[in-house]
Structures are given as structure tokens and as C-alpha cells.
């Protein structure tokens, strides 16, 4: 994900001066890269479990933190506030979860709003999977009358100006008219009723997670204070964004006040909450996984500059606190990648490797690898083609109609199935290189695609041999004693042996099976004039394709 | 005099006639286009003269051909009623002769107009009858100088080579002729200038070695110095040159080639490996979904699956939070194109759980991504995985440092990364000697969330490399499309060499 800063903000939050240099060097150490500088603006790109980071403000604490400039914990005191949202019943399928936080005294110029916004749209599209798990609203914390009612409503009884607009328009209008309700309706759509945000004056809010009102959603550069709800449908997701966004307000200089959500059941959730987790760990572990043989003292410093709490207990113990908007620790082991990167991956010494093992190739590479060095010796030159195909090759343009694997999303149509055979690929390549000197002989030693339900994964991927030569003249002999040269040198002299075939791809009475003891394991033959014409290629053209055993040995 | 030159004005001098490029250009088995620039620079050092001149040339239609071969329709018309006693019925005639239908009508006009047959009605029939002793026609003549391939047309043909040409027996088309002869008052010194080697044997035979006539004789020395033509035999793909050379490094470092499916359940392509079912990297904008004739496979190892399901849903016995997020069954057996190689790596541990154990694989992945400069929707990754106890993120550092300098890589510098997959996760660059610092490919120890449904406890590395990032660097290629690509000529005139 990009995040785009402005970089006298970004220094300024960081609070000491530094070159761009040294800048890009402690993001790219802290995971994140540099992708662009213009002027003032720096653009760069943080990796999606650094959610955290996706602002100027979680990006200038981070390096804060790393250059020792203010490590630990970050303190986010939380007042109550006292106000009350109540969450009606009937949203359980829809949208349970809200989370709310009020912010005091937050600076705010257009910059900030646009910034603002910004981190709000990053959070909804990765954590939030587009909105459908989360989605933040912003409020003017002074317009609103709270209590706020959070409750599931028909459709048709919605009616609001939403946000931007100046018109009041209906559920229904806003999911077929607004540009965001067309974006994200889909969320709420089968739902009978719709979540609404609204307050004790009746004034709407919000529809979650499509758009806000303009009444109460239009922050401007008066508002000192905000009110933030997050709702959505998996509370721990509804929880870390809300303290994610609420943690870059408070950086801004504002105040944070907590909000009691009050749940059908009778159940207060005090929101936001911002007492650290605590996961403690062994020293032991630590240092098995690093190999970077650290002391507690050392740990509990590297965790401190990736902005964790933590302290060293006497029983060979790290007992770590791990602030509220991280939402990547998951284990003991994503921690460990921050002492880690708080150690420095710049500071890490390479290990010597003293697994001993001893390697070698997969059987099916030494066979097509003895196929490749054959051909070569008959004078082909070795092409490599796409996997994915186009069906009007591997079918219409062939005169064939064998089954194929086909994708539901493909960008285009000549990209949109896998190759099911390797022949019309080649036969394709010839007639894109019509101004290429003649005689053209040309194979391909790769895999084919072919359906089959028995299959765990419903296909046979069977690797093949296939060869061409295009000439102003050529020969069917001369290709089946190429073939036989190929043949007898995989072993099969004796073994093998040609009968005559009937298919439309070939000139009728010039095409033959290939046998292997009574068993098809190929196809050779001059190809029909009408296949030729379809793939307007000028020049005659003889062809085979041979199929080799995927374990290696025939 | 370049050797070059020498080769031509040997030639020339040889033949003490006028003589074309083309004629040159075949003895000396050169091209046509190297001779005549070799002639004109000889003309500017006056040792040749060079003309040039646009001749016609003929060559004969299908209907001409025809008459080169069995004669022309009237002369056999003639030499049949002659046969016949000098006057003969037409339909006789013409069945004595042997003319098609056709050429019934043609050999009559011609015949007449030619004044070699008279017509009369007898009876109601048409009778002919003789009234030349001998056919005379130069146009036969014309017709087998132009199959024998002659280039001059006989003195005194001109009419009847007129008369070809109307007839649409022959096709005129002009040619530019080089012709060159040496310069005849530089003769003697250019005598002077090849005598040196103008003498000895030109082609040994076995003849000569079995009666040993060689002795005592020198050989004709030959220019050995000339540059080779371009030729068209076969070889391999330089890409593909590239994945052997790797595959070889690979073996080296003692790692074993395994194999998987382009097509994979979500299962093994997501889920063992932890990627959360509403990952954006499993919607429709990033990977691929085969949909048809089946858009779902199976699960067969039920064990295996509860437990995957249970590090998704609540960590299982791995001590994870896991997703917290319903496991759907639906989802896991959708089938997709694998979008990297990981899976395979999956695969192997699957069947591989003792340790230690170091696998890799080179092979094609996909991603829905539209085709441009940078973006492929086909790309192979050269990936591997070492399972061993006690290793630690040092170690991956190491073998990654050893896989670097085995591709040729001296510089390289380490950014803590992020896969789902792997935790810690590392990213290496590597400093190219044009292109700077270039992503080479990302690795991580396996999470206990991967590694522990399949009953693994010890330590997994796992690494990736974009093979084709790296050939195209070696190569000098900037376009992600080259990698395949479809001009023969360029591949004919490609090689990689490591």
C-alpha cells in the first residue's frame, strides 16, 4: 500500500531533523520503501500488516520509536466521555459490531482532512476487505445529540443528503444513484433492512459502510472535534481499526474520550480501549529462532524500538506489552520478527548452512531433458510458449474439439484457457514469424493441461514434446525419421511403431498414430490446408506431438 | 586488399570473362548482397570494372511449358495429317496427334495461319490438308533456350520470343545484373598480386591420398579469415538455458527437484499455508479461477484438512490466534491457477516430515494481472525450502547469500518482509551492475500455523526467486513480454551464456 506524505509534516511529527537518505534507509529497515520523491510530497509503499502505518502519523511514530528519539509504549490515555450509543436488535446478520471513540482538539487544515480521509479509505479497502468487515465514519463530535441509536432499518424509510450532495434521497436511490452505494451496496444489498446510524434528534449519521450524511459526516477545517464510529461485522477487526485511526487523531494533538457502546443484550462495551495486550516469552525461543544469541536486556531494547512495552522477568522470561493497534501479532513468532528488526537486519551476520543433504533433479527433467538435446541434434530450435492459450486456437482454428481448462476472470481471450495441446501453439508461433528465414524447425518441450474428474485437482498436466517444420516444401518421411531418431533414443526401438490416423487437423491419408506396444502416445502429420488457412499461415507444414510419462520412464 | 577482396578477384581473374555477382557469389559460396559490395570496392580501387545493367529474364508459363515438352499444338497437328497421307479429316488428325480438346482449336488457327494446312469442306466434314514441306518456327527453339534456364535468347529469335510473350507462353521480368570483369591493362599486376597463392591443390580426394599423388604439391591456400554466414541450426531457448543453468546451481547446494499442479485446490494454494480466506490475493483481480469443466476438486486427507481448518478458525494446538473467522469448506476446495510455487513446497513437507530436507522447484506460476512491460501474467519462480532442526533466521540469511553468489550475485542487502506465510519474512535485493539494486525474491522461516498441521515442529526456511526477474537482467531484456517471446528471428540470434 502507498502512503503519500508530506515530507516537512512527516519530519516535523518525527521531531529531529534528517536527510532523505537517512530516512529512506530506516524505512527500508522497518519494512517499508521509498518508491518516489517530489518536491515535498514522498510516496511510500508499507507493507499490509503494518496497518499501523498506512498514515504519516503511524509511519513518523514508527521511526520515532526506531531512532530511540521516543521508545516503549506510546501512552494513550483515554477519558470517559460518558455518551452512549445503543445498538438496537435485528442487526446480528447484518452488521453487529460498532466501536466508537471521541477525539477533542484535533488540528485540522485541508491537508489534515485529506489525510485523514486518505487513511480512513486505506484501512476500509485492506483490513476492512472493502468495507465488508469494517468501515470508519467521521462525525462533528459538537453537531451530533447523543445518545446515538445503532439499528437495522427498511430500506425505503432511510432518507438522508449524503454526504457531497445536495439532494435527500432514499436506501434504494442511494445504492442505484450514489457513486458509493453502486461501489459497496453490494455489502448490505440481500439484507431486508439496512444498518443506520442516527441520532436522539432523529438526524442521520451514516448508512454503514456506504456513506455518511451531510448533515453530521462533513468534517471541515472548524471541526476541533470528532467522533469516530467503526462497525462491521468482526468485532477484534472493528476494534483495531477504530484504535488505529483514533492513535493518528491523537498524534494530531487530540484528546481521546471513550464511549459506551450498549449492546441488546444489556452488554457495555467501553470503546476505545487502549490497555496493551501481554504475551510473555522465553529468551530460549527468542534466540533458537534469531540465532542472534540476544540477553534480555537486548531483547527488551529491540522491542522497544519497534514501539512494544516490555521487561525482562527473572525466570529467563520477556514479558512483552503489545500496543492496541498492531493487529498483525498473532504468535509468539510475530514478535519475535520485531526484536528482529529492532535488532537491525542490517546488523545480522549469514550463518554458514550445515544441513547436509544431497540434491537431484526430477526424473521428468532428465527425460525432457534428453528430449531437448535430441531435438536439437535433428536441427529444431527450441521455442517457449505461454501456458495459458486462446480456445479459438486450441479448438475452432484445429478443427478439434477436445475439453479444456478454462478460467472464470481472464483478462483477455487469447490468454483465457491452459494449453491442452502443445502442436496449435507452435503451429500459432510459425505463422506469427512468416518474415523469418526458411526452413523453420521448431519444438517445445513443456506441459499440457487436460481435464480429467478423477484428479484431486480435476487435471492431468502431462508433460509433451512437440515439433514443426515449415518449409516452401516439406516432407512426411523425413519427420517420421526424425521422430524415429527421437524415439529410438528414448529407448524404444522395437517398441514403437506409426499407424495411420484420421483427423481433420491433418491431410486426410498423411497423418499417423504413434504406438508405443498398441498404446497412442502421439500424433505426426502434414497439416490440412483448412487448418493452415485458418491460422493464415502460408506455407505447408508437417507436425508432431508426442506425450512423456510424468513419473520420467516410459 | 582485405582477404575478402583477394577471394573475389581470384575468382574473377580465373574466369577471363565477363562475369554477374551471382555467378561470383556461388562459387565462393557467399552472399549475393557481400559480393557485390566486395566488387564495387575493387571497381573504386580500378582493379575491376562493374556494370550495371537491368536484363530481362523469361521463364515460361505452365501452357509453355506444356509445349516445350510435347512439341506445340500445330506442329503435332501437321506431322499428324502428314502421317495420315497429307490430308486427313480434322477429327482424325487431331486424334492422331494426341491434342486435348482444348488445344484443338489453337493448333488449327495456327497451323493456317501459319500456312502449313489448308482447310476445305468435303462431304459436309472438315478435311485438312498439307501445304508446307516442313514445318518452320523459331518459336520452339524460344521455348527450350527458356527451359534449358538460358539467360541470352538466340540472335534472330526476336520476333518469335515476341511472339511467345503474346501468345502467353513465356513471362518477362527485369532483374538488376552486377557484371564484372577484372581491369585488362592492370592484368599483369593483379596476376602479380594473387600468383603467390593462385597455385596448388584445391580439394584433396581420396584418390589422391590412396596413390599419394599429394606429395610434393602445394595446397591452395583458402581464406580462412572470412566471417561466417549466419546459419539456422538448432539449439535450446536462451530462458530455457537459463532455468537449467539455475536448476544445476540448485542440485549443487544439494537440493531435490520436485513437482506440483498448475491447477491447485485453494486448499493447498492458500489455506496450509495460512493466507486468510478473504485474502485479496484469492479475489478475482489477482488470481485466476478455472471454472470449467470443473470449478472444484477434492480434499483427500480429512486429518490434514480438520487441522487446517482449526489453525484458520482459532489457532488450533499452534498457540496462534488464528483468523477468528468461519473455515469454509466451499472456498477450500475452489480451484484456481496456482499463483506461485508454494504450494509445491506444501506438497513435498506433506510427504516429507522428517528431517532434514531441501527441496526445489523452478516452474510457472499466474496471476490475473492484464500483459505489459511489467507485468506478466506468466512467470516462473525458482523456489526452495530446507527443514532441519535448530535453524534460525541466521541461517536463512546464509543460504540465501549462497543461492546469491551461485547466480553470480556478490552484492546483497536484507529488508525485513512480509508474506502470510512465513514469520520473519525477508526480502533480498541484489546490486546489478547495470539496473542498481534490483528485488531478487522473498523467503521466512514457515509459520507454526503452516508447518505444524502437517506435524512439523522443526524449523522450515523457505526462499523464492523470480527467475525471470533475474534472466531479464542478465539478458538485457526490459520487457516482461520477451521473456516469451514469439520473434524466431531473435532467437535464432539469442543465446545466454552464463
Given amino acids: ?554 | 586488399m582485405t582477404e575478402g577482396e583477394k577471394a573475389v578477384l581470384r575468382a574473377l581473374a580465373d574466369q577471363e570473362r565477363r562475369v554477374t555477382a551471382a555467378e561470383l557469389a556461388e562459387m565462393l559460396g557467399q552472399k549475393n548482397m557481400r559480393v557485390v559490395s566486395i566488387l564495387n570496392s575493387l571497381s573504386q580501387k580500378g582493379l575491376a570494372s562493374l556494370e550495371i545493367r537491368e536484363i530481362a529474364s523469361y521463364t515460361l508459363t505452365q501452357e509453355g511449358t506444356e509445349y516445350a515438352e510435347n512439341g506445340l499444338p500445330e506442329v503435332r497437328l501437321f506431322r499428324a495429317v502428314l502421317e495420315l497421307g497429307g490430308k486427313a479429316k480434322v477429327d482424325e488428325a487431331v486424334a492422331k496427334s494426341g491434342l486435348t480438346p482444348a488445344a484443338k482449336g489453337i493448333a488449327i488457327n495456327w497451323s493456317r495461319k501459319n500456312g502449313w494446312l489448308g482447310i476445305t469442306k468435303e462431304d459436309g466434314t472438315t478435311v485438312l490438308e498439307v501445304k508446307a514441306e516442313v514445318p518452320e518456327t523459331p518459336l520452339e527453339e524460344v521455348l527450350s533456350a527458356i527451359s534449358e534456364g538460358r539467360r541470352a535468347i538466340p540472335e534472330g529469335l526476336d520476333s518469335a520470343l515476341e511472339e511467345a510473350i503474346e501468345r502467353s507462353l513465356a513471362n518477362t521480368s527485369m532483374t538488376k545484373v552486377f557484371e564484372a570483369e577484372v581491369t585488362r591493362e592492370k592484368r599483369d599486376m593483379i596476376d602479380e598480386l594473387l600468383s603467390k597463392e593462385i597455385q596448388g591443390i584445391v580439394n584433396l580426394t581420396s584418390e589422391m591420398l590412396s596413390s599419394e599423388s599429394w606429395r610434393g604439391k602445394p595446397f591452395r591456400p583458402y581464406n580462412v579469415e572470412l566471417e561466417p554466414a549466419y546459419v539456422n541450426y538448432g539449439k535450446k531457448h536462451p530462458y530455457a538455458e537459463f532455468n537449467d543453468w539455475l536448476r544445476e546451481i540448485m542440485i549443487g547446494l544439494g537440493f531435490t527437484e520436485w513437482f506440483g499442479p498448475y491447477v491447485e485446490t485453494e486448499f493447498w494454494g492458500h489455506d496450509t499455508l495460512f493466507v486468510p480466506q478473504d485474502h485479496v490475493s484469492r479475489e478475482v483481480q489477482d488470481q485466476f479461477r478455472v471454472v470449467s469443466p470443473h470449478d472444484h476438486g477434492d480434499i483427500l486427507d480429512d486429518k490434514y484438512y480438520k487441522a487446517v481448518k482449526a489453525v484458520h478458525e482459532n489457532g488450533g494446538d499452534t498457540g496462534s490466534k488464528g483468523w477468528d473467522w468461519p473455515f469454509s469448506k466451499e472456498v477450500a476446495t475452489r480451484l484456481c491457477l496456482r499463483p506461485h510455487t508454494t504450494p509445491v513446497s506444501m506438497r513435498y513437507l506433506y510427504e516429507h516430515r522428517e528431517s532434514p530436507q531441501k527441496m526445489f522447484i523452478i516452474d510457472r506460476n499466474f496471476r490475473a494481472e492484464k500483459l505489459d512491460a511489467t507485468h506478466g501474467q506468466e512467470f516462473d519462480q525458482c523456489e526452495g525450502i530446507i527443514m532441519d532442526k535448530d535453524l534460525t533466521l541466521r541461517d536463512l540469511l546464509g543460504y540465501l547469500t549462497s543461492i546469491c553468489k551461485g547466480v553470480g550475485i556478490k552484492k546483497m542487502k536484507f529488508k525485513p518482509g512480509q508474506f502470510p506465510f512465513t514469520e520473519p519474512s525477508v526480502e533480498t535485493f541484489a546490486k546489478h551492475d547495470k539496473l542498481g539494486w534490483i528485488e531478487l525474491g522473498g523467503s521466512g522461516i514457515f509459520r507454526p500455523e503452516v508447518t505444524y498441521p502437517v506435524g512439523i515442529k522443526d524449523t522450515v526456511l523457505a526462499w523464492g526467486i523470480g527467475s525471470g526477474r533475474l534472466y531479464m537482467a542478465a539478458m538485457g531484456i526490459n520487457d516482461i513480454r520477451d521473456l516469451f517471446t514469439r520473434d524466431l528471428t531473435w532467437l535464432r540470434r539469442s543465446a545466454f551464456v552464463a
Avoid at chain 1, 470517559?80 to 435485528?90: A, L, T
Avoid at chain 1, 462525525?139 to 457531497?164: N, S
Avoid at chain 1, 493464415?536 to 508432431?544: E, G, Q
Wanted: with cysteine; proline share 6%; net charge negative.
Fill in chain 1, 1 to 554: 500500500m502507498i502512503v503519500e506524505c508530506r515530507i516537512d509534516d512527516l519530519v516535523a511529527l518525527i521531531g529531529e531533523k534528517m536527510s532523505l537518505n537517512k530516512l529512506e534507509e530506516t524505512l527500508f529497515l522497518l519494512k517499508a520503501e521509498v518508491e518516489t520523491v517530489e518536491g515535498n510530497v514522498i510516496e511510500i509503499e508499507v507493507n499490509p500488516d503494518r496497518q499501523d502505518m498506512l498514515s504519516t502519523e503511524g509511519i513518523a511514530r514508527a521511526v520515532t520509536s526506531f531512532l530511540g528519539i521516543e521508545t516503549g509504549l506510546r501512552k494513550y490515555p483515554v477519558k470517559k466521555s460518558g455518551k452512549q450509543i445503543n445498538v438496537k436488535s435485528g442487526l446480528g446478520r447484518i452488521r453487529p459490531f460498532i466501536s466508537c471513540s471521541i477525539v477533542k482538539g484535533v488540528r485540522s487544515d485541508d491537508e489534515l482532512i485529506k489525510e485523514y480521509m486518505h487513511l480512513q479509505e486505506a484501512l476500509t479497502t485492506t483490513h476492512g476487505r472493502n468495507r465488508s468487515k469494517a468501515s470508519i465514519g467521521l462525525y462533528v463530535c459538537d453537531d451530533i445529540d447523543f445518545p446515538i441509536a445503532y439499528g437495522p432499518k427498511e430500506p425505503k424509510k432511510i432518507k438522508f443528503v449524503p454526504l457531497g450532495d445536495d439532494v435527500e434521497m432514499d436506501g434504494p436511490t442511494i445504492l442505484t444513484d450514489h457513486e458509493k452505494g453502486v461501489q459497496y451496496g453490494s455489502i448490505i444489498k440481500s439484507h431486508k433492512k439496512w444498518p443506520l446510524l442516527y441520532d436522539s434528534s432523529g438526524l442521520v449519521l451514516s448508512l454503514p459502510p456506504i456513506i455518511n450524511s451531510n448533515d453530521l459526516g462533513r468534517i471541515t477545517t472548524e471541526t476541533k472535534n470528532l467522533f469516530v464510529e467503526v462497525t462491521g461485522t468482526h468485532l477484534p477487526t472493528v476494534d483495531q481499526t477504530l484504535n488505529i485511526m483514533t492513535a493518528s487523531l491523537a498524534d494530531r494533538g487530540g484528546r481521546i474520550e471513550s464511549v459506551s457502546v450498549v449492546y441488546p443484550d444489556g452488554s457495555i462495551d467501553e470503546t476505545p480501549d487502549f490497555a496493551p495486550e501481554l504475551m510473555t516469552m522465553s529468551i530460549h525461543k527468542i534466540n533458537a529462532m534469531t540465532g542472534l544469541g540476544l540477553s534480555g536486556s537486548e531483547i527488551v531494547a529491540a522491542l522497544e524500538k519497534m514501539g512494544f512495552g516490555a521487561r525482562q522477568l527473572k525466570t529467563e522470561k520477556v514479558q512483552v506489552q503489545i500496543p492496541r493497534y498492531r493487529v498483525d501479532i498473532l504468535h509468539p513468532v510475530d514478535v519475535i520478527e520485531d526484536i528482529a528488526i529492532g535488532y537491525g537486519f542490517d546488523r545480522i551476520e549469514p550463518a554458514m548452512p550445515q544441513t547436509m543433504t544431497t540434491g537431484k533433479a526430477h526424473p521428468v527433467t532428465r527425460l525432457r531433458n534428453k528430449v531437448r538435446d535430441l531435438m536439437v541434434g535433428v536441427g529444431y530450435q527450441e521455442v517457449m510458449n505461454y501456458i495459458m492459450s486462446s480456445p479459438d486456437l486450441l479448438r475452432d482454428k484445429m478443427l478439434r474439439s477436445r475439453p479444456v481448462v478454462t478460467t472464470g476472470n481472464p483478462k483477455s481471450r487469447d490468454y483465457s484457457v491452459l494449453r491442452n495441446s502443445l502442436l496449435p501453439v507452435l503451429l500459432d508461433f510459425a505463422a506469427q514469424n512468416q518474415h523469418a528465414d526458411y526452413p523453420q524447425k521448431l519444438f517445445e518441450v513443456g506441459d499440457i493441461a487436460v481435464p480429467d474428474e478423477l484428479m484431486e485437482t480435476r487435471i492431468q498436466q502431462i508433460p509433451t514434446v512437440s515439433g514443426v517444420v515449415v518449409d516452401t516444401s516439406v516432407n512426411i518421411t523425413e519427420l517420421a525419421t526424425d521422430i524415429g531418431f527421437l524415439l529410438r533414443n528414448l529407448g524404444l526401438d522395437g517398441v514403437f511403431s506409426y499407424s495411420e490416423r484420421e483427423d481433420a487437423t491433418f491431410i486426410m491419408g498423411r497423418a499417423a498414430d504413434i504406438l508405443k506396444s498398441e498404446e497412442p502416445i502421439g500424433m505426426f502429420g502434414e497439416i490440412a490446408p483448412e487448418v493452415l488457412t485458418n491460422l493464415d499461415l502460408k506455407m505447408p507444414v508437417v507436425a508432431f506431438e508426442i506425450y512423456l510419462p510424468r513419473t520420467g520412464e516410459w
